[in-house]
């Protein structure tokens, strides 16, 4: 079984940062690609940012320049660094491990107040 543990969310104004945690249980951590996903109340679940097992990387235009998404396989943690935040950012951001099947963290809301 496969469990993915999100922390850093918070409440933070608008311009701020905040970085996100995800530690994964799995061994399969290092063959696994990564990602970030986010979910805003009445919308759809949508890609932030994912990082391959071979480092490469991917962003959504919304948070190209401001968000960068890392990986510490010794850890077996992924990060998501959050800089120059937006109230549009607001919402529940979910870890996701995809090693051919998808696991999911239970998520951490992150609110940006304007």
């Known amino acids: 079984q496969v469990h993915l543990m999100e922390s850093g969310g918070g409440l933070v104004q608008a311009g701020g940062s905040l970085r996100l945690s995800c530690a994964a249980s799995?061994?399969?951590?290092?063959?696994?690609?990564m990602g970030w996903y986010r979910q805003a109340p009445g919308k759809q679940r949508e890609l932030v940012a994912v990082?391959?097992?071979?480092?490469?990387?991917n962003y959504a235009d919304f948070v190209k320049g401001r968000f960068t998404i890392s990986r510490d396989n010794a850890k077996k943690t992924v990060y998501l660094q959050m800089n120059s935040l937006k109230p549009e950012d607001t919402a529940v951001y979910y870890c996701?491990?995809?090693?051919?099947?998808?696991?999911w963290g239970r998520g951490t809301q992150v609110t940006v107040s304007s």
């Open positions: 996701n491990l995809n090693d051919n099947l998808n696991y």
């Open positions: 799995t061994t399969a951590f290092n063959r696994a690609d």
């Open positions: 990082m391959t097992s071979g480092f490469k990387t």
